[in-house]
């Protein structure tokens, strides 16, 4: 059966991250395969995750499409504000043929790409439950005070949830053993099943006052 998975900000290749996430990796080298190797560990070729951005920052577009291709699942990306090698990668056509095999997908497609301006999101329905992702985190966003989860990276755990919504980035699991790891769409369900402070419109006037 096919699972999903949700993840985001790597930053493969990005030496200066291991100090200013206090990353618990020696090298870059040993942070981007260690995040590789977990996220092989849970992820089968058969399943779908949903990569919230950031992928690659400070390397060559050759050496993001290196560790991309070395993921497991179908990947789709939310392109995030550090993915300049990325979107590289794409305009030169170094991921054409995983595009065309359904290996990868990005949200937003070809005006993603040429445009690094644009902040893509998705609504996504799981049997009736609502996930509205993107690589940044949202106030409020559709349908909040209905259920709906919100999923974004982008803050590396510094941005506190907000009713329903938190960082699924590689640095958020409070889990130390799954720390550097995707989060199942279990694991998403439990955490959001665990937040009792429903969002309203009416709590929405009451922090503005």
Not at 63 to 68: D, F, G, R
């Amino acid at each position: 059966m096919k699972n999903y998975w949700f993840t985001g900000d790597p930053h493969f290749g990005h030496s200066k991250i291991l100090t200013l996430c206090n990353r618990p990796f020696n090298t870059i080298e040993e942070h981007d395969n260690s995040i590789i190797s977990n996220h092989n560990s849970v992820v089968l070729n058969e399943d779908t995750v949903f990569n919230f951005g950031d992928i690659g920052y400070r390397c060559s577009p050759f050496y993001v499409v290196e560790k991309i291709r070395q993921l497991n699942g179908k990947l789709i990306v939310i392109l995030g504000n550090h993915d300049k090698v990325l979107r590289q990668a794409l305009q030169m056509g170094l991921l054409e043929k995983e595009l065309r095999d359904g290996k990868i997908e990005i949200l937003g497609g070809k005006c993603a790409i040429e445009d690094h301006t644009l902040a893509i999101s998705k609504m996504l329905d799981f049997n009736g439950q609502k996930i509205f992702i993107g690589h940044y985190g949202h106030r409020t966003w559709p349908s909040a005070f209905r259920g709906t989860i919100h999923l974004f990276a982008h803050s590396h755990s510094n941005l506190p949830p907000l009713y329903k919504s938190f960082d699924i980035g590689v640095d958020t699991h409070s889990e130390t053993h799954k720390r550097f790891y995707p989060y199942s769409l279990q694991e998403i369900f439990n955490i959001a099943a665990k937040i009792t402070d429903e969002f309203s419109e009416k709590n929405e006037d009451n922090h503005n006052r």
